[in-house]
């Protein structure tokens, strides 16, 4: 009949027209001339500013405290550079095993623990440790000035500089075994 000829006939616009929009909207979302041009991230080597073997850039950082740490007043100590965020599973993972050990674990030597929150308001770096319960000293690099001066991007980033203020470590990311030689790491430096 004629009623359902038409009713058939005016779908098959309307599905032509889904399908383009659909199109555009994919297109939009997920085409940039970056994803042509480059198809994979930055590589961690080429984001890393400091490596392993040269002097860490001095810094001084705010506490969730109020107090300063300035790097170069812990000359002396094995220092512990940690940079994360709240929103960082990876980071949230790492920092979850570091009270017990390496806090504790490395209690009363001449070693500090430093992580740095990287780009974070101070109310969100409080409402993170109210949960989490965390009591250890954190610094807060709201504007990222600390971070640029170490790297450009990807974190958990863990700096280990020994007694000299000499980096001899260099960690991204996180995993068992980047965590088992982190501290293996830190225990060599502290018996030097």
Known sequence: TMAKRLQKKSYAPLAGMIVLVSALIALLFFWTPETTAQTSQPSVESTTIVKEGAQAPNFTVEMFDGTKVTLSDLKGKVVLVNFWATWCPPCRNELARVEKE???????????????????????????????????PMGLDTTQSIFKKYATNYIPRNFLVDRDGKVVLVSVGYDDEEFAALVKKIEEQIKK
């Open 102 to 136: 390496i806090i504790e674990k490395f209690k009363g030597q001449e070693f500090v623990f430093l992580p740095i929150s990287r780009g974070e308001s101070k109310e969100t770096v409080a409402k993170f440790r109210e949960k989490m319960g965390y009591t250890f």
